[in-house]
């Protein structure tokens, strides 16, 4: 199977179209750049409340939202994403709410996880998402296994698994390509290549020519995307869905991108990276390059743009207001989802542990 290291791109670095464009109805490409534009407005927001203690951890996607936004277009709502840190912009254009969004970063009892995931782990099963477990790479291989289940069901669905450049150097990077490939799944697995794995620069966590060429090694189709091209993400991921969908078997896709901020709201990248280099790729900016091709074609105004900032302002407002009005988790939802009929045992440990909610003693308790 063939990889092509080519970058693929729509839009040149100016915004002007050098490639076919892809076939999106206008009001789409409306929607996917108020989508960006609400990613890019959210990461500020969230990171403040996280600087001001009312969240405790936030991973921004400043910069890669062309490649969050494109790749999640190219999905059906019956198809299965299983994410990384930097996806829950997948989530939220897949109908996850702004309000279940902060939720899940506070940890209570609006949230759909009900507090038992870490925050930037989202996962609903009511758009299909799975979520990561901060062990790099491990989604691969969920990924790899549900799309083996949809092929032994004879289902249609394809599961889009993302990472990072530097998990590209995990063992479960290998083990989820090489059987994917093998059995012929319905996957497609992205990289997100944002040049920095944390503080390690791609330079110094491969050697390959590109992440994309990794693919070889496997026998699968390989392909490169500029993933500050809202429209060339869109066609390469398009055309890597409908070939898993039609029985062709997955694809690994590069999308080429930059972070622009810190790993985390944990990191500093002024101390391990050069300004010039941030410089650069500010000039490459996602969401203005597709701004200024929306323009050239009539479909935006800065009326648009001023009505969309205001709104989604307000939205986020609306949602921190509401998710920071609710309590924390029920004590008891600590003791549910475990077994369908609770046993004997475990009733006990949840009546104790409602007791010590309440600061009562229970008799003949057990000792913890």
């Known amino acids: 199977?063939?990889?092509?290291?080519?970058?693929?791109?729509?839009?040149?670095?100016?915004?002007?179209?050098?490639?076919?464009?892809?076939?999106?109805?206008?009001?789409?490409?409306?929607?996917?750049?108020?989508?960006?534009?609400?990613?890019?407005?959210?990461?500020?927001?969230?990171?403040?409340?996280?600087?001001?203690?009312?969240?405790?951890?936030?991973?921004?996607?400043?910069?890669?939202?062309?490649?969050?936004?494109?790749?999640?277009?190219?999905?059906?709502?019956?198809?299965?994403?299983?994410?990384?840190?930097?996806?829950?912009?997948?989530?939220?254009?897949?109908?996850?709410?702004?309000?279940?969004?902060?939720?899940?970063?506070?940890?209570?009892?609006?949230?759909?996880?009900?507090?038992?995931?870490?925050?930037?782990?989202?996962?609903?099963?009511?758009?299909?998402?799975?979520?990561?477990?901060?062990?790099?790479?491990?989604?691969?291989?969920?990924?790899?296994?549900?799309?083996?289940?949809?092929?032994?069901?004879?289902?249609?669905?394809?599961?889009m698994g993302y990472i990072g450049d530097g998990g590209t150097s995990s063992p479960d990077f290998h083990a989820a390509l090489n059987f994917a490939q093998v059995w012929q799944v319905p996957a497609v697995f992205f990289c997100q290549n944002n040049q920095w794995a944390i503080s390690v620069p791609l330079s110094a966590q491969t050697a390959s020519s590109s992440i994309a060429i990794k693919a070889a090694a496997y026998g699968m189709r390989g392909v490169r995307v500029d993933g500050n091209d809202l429209l060339a993400v869109i066609q390469v991921t398009r055309e890597a869905v409908e070939r898993a969908r039609a029985g062709g078997g997955p694809t690994f896709i590069e999308s080429l991108t930059y972070?622009?901020?810190?790993?985390?709201?944990?990191?500093?990248?002024?101390?391990?990276?050069?300004?010039?280099?941030?410089?650069?790729?500010?000039?490459?900016?996602?969401?203005?390059?597709?701004?200024?091709?929306?323009?050239?074609?009539?479909?935006?105004?800065?009326?648009?743009?001023?009505?969309?900032?205001?709104?989604v302002q307000d939205e986020i407002s609306r949602a921190i207001t509401s998710a920071e009005s609710l309590p924390a988790p029920p004590i008891e939802s600590m003791f549910s989802d475990v077994y369908a009929q609770m046993p004997a045992a475990l009733a006990d440990q949840m009546k104790y542990a409602l007791a010590l909610g309440k600061g009562t003693h229970v008799e003949g308790a057990f000792p913890l």
């Open 1 to 159: 199977m063939s990889v092509d290291e080519t970058l693929h791109q729509v839009l040149d670095v100016s915004g002007r179209a050098i490639a076919p464009v892809p076939d999106v109805p206008k009001e789409d490409l409306r929607r996917l750049h108020r989508h960006m534009v609400s990613m890019r407005l959210l990461d500020q927001r969230m990171l403040s409340l996280q600087r001001q203690g009312r969240i405790g951890f936030y991973g921004m996607a400043t910069g890669q939202e062309a490649t969050v936004t494109g790749s999640a277009y190219a999905l059906r709502a019956t198809d299965w994403v299983f994410h990384a840190l930097r996806e829950t912009g997948v989530c939220l254009w897949r109908g996850t709410t702004l309000e279940e969004f902060i939720c899940q970063l506070i940890g209570n009892a609006g949230d759909v996880l009900i507090g038992r995931q870490m925050p930037m782990h989202f996962s609903d099963r009511r758009v299909n998402s799975v979520a990561w477990s901060s062990v790099i790479g491990t989604q691969l291989v969920h990924a790899m296994g549900a799309a083996y289940a949809a092929k032994l069901q004879q289902h249609d669905t394809v599961c």
């Open 259 to 311: 972070r622009m901020g810190g790993h985390s709201s944990s990191d500093d990248p002024t101390r391990y990276r050069d300004a010039a280099q941030v410089q650069y790729w500010e000039e490459r900016d996602p969401v203005r390059r597709f701004e200024t091709w929306l323009r050239s074609e009539g479909l935006l105004t800065d009326a648009d743009l001023e009505q969309w900032t205001a709104e």
